[in-house]
T-cell receptor, first 114, second 110 residues
Framework: NAGVTQTPKFQVLKTGQSMTLQCAQDMNHEYMSWYRQDPGMGLRLIHYSVGAGITDQGEVPNGYNVSRSTTEDFPLRLLSAAPSQTSVYFC?????????????FGPGTRLTVL | KQEVTQIPAALSVPEGENLVLNCSFTDSAIYNLQWFRQDPGKGLTSLLL?????REQTSGRLNASLDKSSGRSTLYIAASQPGDSATYLCAVDNNNDMRFGAGTRLTVKP
């Protein structure tokens, strides 16, 4: 299994540009999520999904959209990038939501917005 | 709103020492608590997950405890090694709303 994969690894955008961060998992996990990590602040949940066709907002959803059309893929869209969205983005998945929700993380995407 | 705090923010110890990392949280209505390791420039690796009904979990030299009523968890690392140097994060799950602490940066000196 490849586990959780993310593309691209690095990205530089100009303010106002749009882009999609890709996340895929091959473990047949139902739960997938996106986080951003900023220096000294730990990880903050952006959006999550408990299964195909179901998404919900996390702690910091503004400026980001998600969709879950398949079990394997969970892309994160930035519609109009802002410098405040400069961060490292992590995707994670787990077999199920709930009490045994052990999460597996991708390697991250480092995004810079100029 | 759930707040997760990790103390200390950084810790440096000589090789071979036993050490304890602390995690506290404000809302005890959690599904589980998970400890992760993060190496510089890398993603997170799951170390231990403690379900809300459990008191502790062990894996090798690692032991994590959970006291839900007091909002505390500890990660005990026995006989530390230079390879244990990393940032350790705890996270709590409140019904799919995951909240992370800022982490403890551990350095184990040879």
């Amino acid at each position: 299994n490849a586990g959780v994969t993310q593309t691209p690894k690095f990205q530089v955008l100009k303010t106002g540009q749009s882009m999609t961060l890709q996340c895929a998992q091959d473990m047949n996990h139902e739960y997938m999520s996106w986080y951003r990590q900023d220096p000294g602040m730990g990880l903050r949940l952006i959006h999550y999904s408990v299964g195909a066709g179901i998404t919900d907002q996390g702690e910091v959803p503004n400026g980001y959209n998600v969709s879950r059309s398949t079990t394997e893929d969970f892309p994160l869209r930035l519609l109009s990038a802002a410098p405040s969205q400069t961060s490292v983005y992590f995707c994670a998945s787990s077999l199920l939501a709930g009490i045994d929700n052990e999460q597996f993380f991708g390697p991250g995407t480092r995004l810079t917005v100029l | 709103k759930q707040e997760v705090t990790q103390i200390p923010a950084a810790l440096s110890v000589p090789e071979g020492e036993n050490l304890v990392l602390n995690c506290s949280f404000t809302d005890s209505a959690i599904y589980n608590l998970q400890w992760f390791r993060q190496d510089p420039g890398k993603g997170l690796t799951s170390l231990l997950l403690i379900q809300s009904s459990q008191r502790e979990q062990t894996s090798g030299r690692l032991n994590a405890s959970l006291d839900k009523s007091s909002g505390r968890s500890t990660l005990y690392i026995a006989a530390s090694q230079p390879g244990d140097s990393a940032t350790y994060l705890c996270a709590v799950d409140n019904n799919n709303d995951m909240r992370f602490g800022a982490g403890t940066r551990l350095t184990v000196k040879p």
